[in-house]
């Protein structure tokens, strides 16, 4: 049966879609699932995604105080947070590293529907492929096909939340206490970019979380199509 199995998963890989449903409907419990159902069970796993692990980025601290995901100093602003420190402004030094992921916490509380429309409006053409893939295949899928339309419409909410949160204020106050430090480059970041590039980049760091959970646990599998989907998986 493991013969028989690797067999068929190595004529995925050069098999064509006509091809390539057959190989799928032969492997063990495949129950010959459609290229569409296969498409909607992934996009179940990324709305999973998104609900359960996406929305804990929400809450006071789902950035600042999430390891995975946390926003730090890009590297043109570590020597501002040197030079602070240096001059016994250390708590303004920290206060501008908190702010930055209070503005993404916001920001991703507001944006949220943006990410759910993504998911919704994905076309999964090689459904059977990402599901035979990497533990974050159908999440990297989503981060191709997605990332450029999210960073456009995520930079206005980032801008949003800058001035909502303060953060605008407080990194206004750090740049020019910065500038004025006698014999130093001065500096004038711009930080919606930076903040929005990763913010992003923790979203998906979230949904890859769920994505790798649902394929390697089966109690994480909450209905019926993301059982039977996962089941062809388990299969390979």
Known sequence: MIKKVLVLV???????????????????????????????????????????QVTKLTAEDGFYKNELVKILLPEELQTVDKGLRNLGLGNLADEGIKVLNRAAEDAVKTATPIFINAVKDITFNDAKNILLGEYNAATIYLETKTQQNLYQSFTPVINQSFSKVGADKVWNQIISRYNSIPFIKKVNPDLTDYVTSQALKGVFTMITLEEKGIREKVGMRNTALLRQVFALQDSK
């Open 10 to 52: 190595m004529g995925i890989q050069f098999a064509g879609c006509a091809e390539l449903q057959q190989v799928v409907n032969n492997l063990p419990n495949g129950a010959g699932l459609s290229q569409e159902q296969i498409g909607n069970g992934l996009r179940e796993a990324l709305d999973n995604g998104i609900k359960n």
